[in-house]
């Protein structure tokens, strides 16, 4: 039996809700099948195999052995993170009940409710999770594609790019100029790119002091602008030029081969160049169907796909409303959505959809800055019901103190993801 949550919703996204059970088709315990074993699917998969204590069949097909996480990856740029650090593995999640699968999804039968492995596997789903994150878009940056990614990298995907973009800035000759061309919206961790740009700062004051950093950006304003600017001129003044819409930052060509960059017609030689084109959800969304332009609508309440009820979308790869793309998202969704799926499986209690999300961002050591949200389901998106956010001009201690809140919740996150 295929169950349409719109079916049986009543009084609407808030309401508590006890769900008809779906028994699962013959086959013995209902299946959910999990695609993506990052902040989004890892934490989904582990909620509904711990929740269902053993009544759903959980398996997470997922290619690498160990995710090594975005959150800060930037910190690891700026020296104060080394890569085994972010490094998580997928040991706890399989003694924890979840059967998870080394391999990449390849495709999706909706009608047959199956998903094929790249291995040539086929695995069987009554409720599919989706959770793949980003690919790029092709020809956003003139002159760059997947091919030049170890001569430009764009190190928005965590490990070895990251360790290729860290390895250039430390060969940077002394004096010489690192790029940036930045992401147009939307795109993972709208703060991300600039927060990375502290942390190159922070490596190169220190390391290469007469470095310079050039960022071309297509957007004319980005996330937490006034504290970055702030940051960036009491911390490394004279060292960050910021080249925005208004003055050409859109209008950018790269060469890989000649290492140079063309802003408005202008060319630079530049030593090491960070390109982060435009986004859109994992490829293997778009191969299900789920996807209307480049990412995958959901309803706000369970985070089902708009396009298919037993198919959900997490994290960076779904439209869902008023959400950045950030981890932290990605796991708020995740709870809502195992909840529900494991409700719509078992008949157990269905909880309102409450999401939260924190965005840290590091300008220099003890330096942290933060803006947040909370939100709630309604018909049409996940809506922004209140925020905050970090102010110019604080002082020491409580921006310290804001670092160390950022520690904390990136221990708490990958212990929720992966147990
Ligand atoms: C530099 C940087 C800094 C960031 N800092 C922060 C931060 O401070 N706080 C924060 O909350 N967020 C931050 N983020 C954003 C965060 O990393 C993402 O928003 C988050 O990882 C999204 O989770 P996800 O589950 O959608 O995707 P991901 O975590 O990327 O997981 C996707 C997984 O799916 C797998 N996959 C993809 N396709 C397939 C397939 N076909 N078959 C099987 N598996 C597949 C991938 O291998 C991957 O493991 C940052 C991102 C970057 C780039």
Known sequence: MTLNRRSFMGSG???????????????????????????????????????????????????????????????????????AALGHSYGTLASGGVN??????????RDA?????????????????????????????????????????????????????????????????????????????????????SMVAHYLRANNPTAKIIVADPKPKFSKQGLFEEGWADHYAGMIDWIGEDFGGSSVSVDPGAMTVTIDGEVTKVDACNVIPAMKAGRIAELAGVTDGNWAPVNAADMSSKMDADIHVLG????????????????????????????????????????????WSLIDANNGVKVGATYEATDEKIAKVDGFISQTGESSDLRRATYEESEGWYAGITADMFG
């Open 316 to 359: 960076d790869a779904c439209a869902q409303g008023d959400m950045p793309k950030s981890g932290f998202s990605a796991n708020s969704q995740a709870k809502v959505c195992a909840n529900a799926v494991r409700g719509a499986l078992t008949g157990s209690k269905v909880f309102p959809a409450k999401f939260s999300n924190t965005c």
């Open 113 to 197: 409710k199956t998903v094929s492995l790249a291995g040539g596997g086929v695995v069987a789903y009554d409720k599919l999770i989706l959770s793949p994150g980003i690919d790029f878009v092709d020809g956003t940056v003139d002159g760059w594609d997947l091919s030049a990614q170890n001569a430009m990298p764009h190190a928005y995907k965590g490990g070895s790019q990251m360790e290729v973009l860290k390895s250039q800035i430390a060969s940077m000759p002394q004096g010489g100029t690192f790029a940036m061309v930045a992401p147009p919206n939307p795109y993972r961790c709208p703060p991300g790119p600039y927060e990375r740009v």
């Open 13 to 83: 996204a808030a309401a508590t809700l006890i769900a008809p059970r779906v028994f699962a088709d013959g086959h013995g315990k209902s299946r959910v099948v999990v695609v993506g074993g990052g902040a989004g699917g890892a934490t989904a998969a582990r909620y509904i195999a711990k929740d269902s204590k053993g009544e759903i069949d959980v398996t997470l097909i997922e290619p690498t052995r160990h995710y090594y996480t975005c959150f800060f990856s930037n910190l690891y740029i700026g020296g104060f993170k080394d890569m």
């Open 100 to 109: 998870v699968v080394h391999d990449w999804a390849v495709g999706v039968d």
